[in-house]
């Protein structure tokens, strides 16, 4: 059991507020700026240099790796910190590559992963012109996909925008029988979902951690690899903290150990510090009683919009195992009415064309504020709030 | 003019340290908690997602970039941060190699470059697979080996064990007389020489900012294009947040305009705000002073060591216009004497084999520190103070 009474005090939410949009970037929490405080004056200022041994910065990837490993259901010592998930993206996509069948050239993606998985897919084919081909499908036709002549999936579990849920057992299953090696992409499912990368056999997994799990605005990002394959891959991005002796100073580069290779470069101290912060709330839980009630939260939240809102076209799988931790619905004049909604308290965001999104995080959601989010969107709908010059400009959001 | 004195107080250097290790980690810049402190609460914490537009977190890369091009010699909106080093000498290096003459294979590098710059190439070459070479000569031989067969250079101006300084005037102008293009990592460089990037024609530079631009523990790095470039180069890592339009979703990278096309995935705001805070310091010097003064600190620091400690060998050169803001001296046990150094107060570091490694930072060393400094450690060298148990097992530094 959790108490969720309780990680609710654990944050700092803004008076008169209900964010539904923990999805984007997560709220603060509270204990994250003193942490911050303190590596910065008693480690950074006091210990200098040496803070890199006696402050433990230069196992912190690891560390930090292993409290996220146990929220996606993966091996201790597989996952290591570090970089953007874009990033991230490309150094498993180069590894899987490396690992596939020989002749296979094609990398199956599909329309519902984050652009930005697309384009560096694109960019690493482009740099390693070997004949690679992305071929992107819709995300009902993925399985179907899943071929001989496939080298690699790239696949993120939830779409960003509707919310859909892969089932990333069955489609990893099914990637294995036809020789495909497998790349997820967790950034809405870290702290979302219930994922369980060890027991369904994922070959690699990358994710970010300002979303759910609330890091802080550009988090580090998080690479997984299986423990089978970890001493075999060939690192692309081949930096020195990923060698074996990064302070030999050697002229070539030797893989380090395991997970250990994926890092490329000094590690984001202070950005990990707030991370660590935001994975002690984590502690006091665990993702199969987060999945519960988040299942529960998007079903009243669904049961309340459709109710009050009829004009509202859900996006989002009404079975609640075929969706990740987010509602989605379509409207017209979508961006317009997040404006308005915004204006009134309740922050979700707009994805392109008409896409209106709500994340709900059972770490500080509950049934009030998901009831009186539906109340406000009641109010923005019957007296078309959204027909107002101020909200009708469209702004840059992530 | 720059008042050093009143510099000297915006840094909290720990009682009883003389910190000549700002060449490998500046120190904690005394506004910097109040402002990360900021940053968390009023905006992270009170903005949430809106930070992003409301706190100007989007533009912030560009923003910060123009504050490090002044201090490098780069035209305004030429430099962006985000990623570390290391991903940034892939992304230059890449660029570098497209806009290269086609049948050239050699990268041109030397033995004076940092590690992680060979081994990122190393993997690039790998990954590329059409028939590059990693050239690597001694530094001395450079500039004879800039030939009509090299594609690409890709060299650190100040050599991180030395402090040799490379001419870059001289190397550019003739490595453009034989069509090569050049890449510059200025890790020893930013915030401790002076350097003209747009004067001397430079194609591509990188840099971190957690040595002598203080920016704390795995600051950002940065990337500059020349402006004649920027347009036509295509990014290897084409993230999200390069494209043209990151918030229009498309389906397909197109690059952003100009130095935009190097940002690659969600920026650091966090990491970034404590670079800013860093960065208000030098906003109260150029690095023309910067450089005259540092000149003085290391000539000082030479004579008085060499005067004092006859059996430790310079392993920088003589000439001040040959060497960056850092002295080094050679002796066999120089491991365990930099520790019983360092357990004095005096904070250098040490790079293999046998390199005692001392960097000279304007902005809060003076000449009594360097004084002092040399005190100490003839004190260290007269009475063997080196040869002691706690001294002699090594540990992983930076």
Redesign the interface.
Known sequence: MTDFAATKTRF?L?DG?I?L?GN??G??PKD??AR??RV??D????L??????KAG??AQPARVGDRIARLIGAEPGSVVM??????KV?QAL?SALDLAVTDRKVILSD?GN???D???A???I?????GYELR?VTPEDIEANITDDIAVTLITEVDYRTGRLHDMNRLTAKAHAHGVVTVWDLAHTAGATQVELAACQADFAVG?T?KYLNG??????FIYVAPRHADRV????????G?DA????????RPGAGIERMR?????????A?LESALDVWDETDMATIRARSQQLTALFIEQVERRCPMLELATPRDPRERGSQVSFRFENGYAAMQAL?ARGV?G?F??PDIMRFGFTPLYIDDQDVIRAAEILQDVMDNKLWDHPDYMTR????
């Open positions: 700092h803004p507020v964010y949009d984007s970037l709220p603060l994250a700026p911050m405080d910065m004056r480690e950074w200022g006091e200098l240099i040496t803070g890199w041994n910065w230069m570090g970089d953007t998930l874009s990033i490309y180069a329309s984050f652009p930005s697309l384009y560096m694109e960019g690493l482009r740099s390693l012109d070997r992107v970010c300002y802080g605005p550009g988090a580090p990002a060939r690192p692309a991005l081949s930096g020195w903290l060698h990064p302070f030999a100073f050697e002229q070539s580069y490329v470069g000094t590690p984001p101290v202070l950005a990990l707030a915004i922050i965001d994805r392109a702004q840059a959001v992530t």
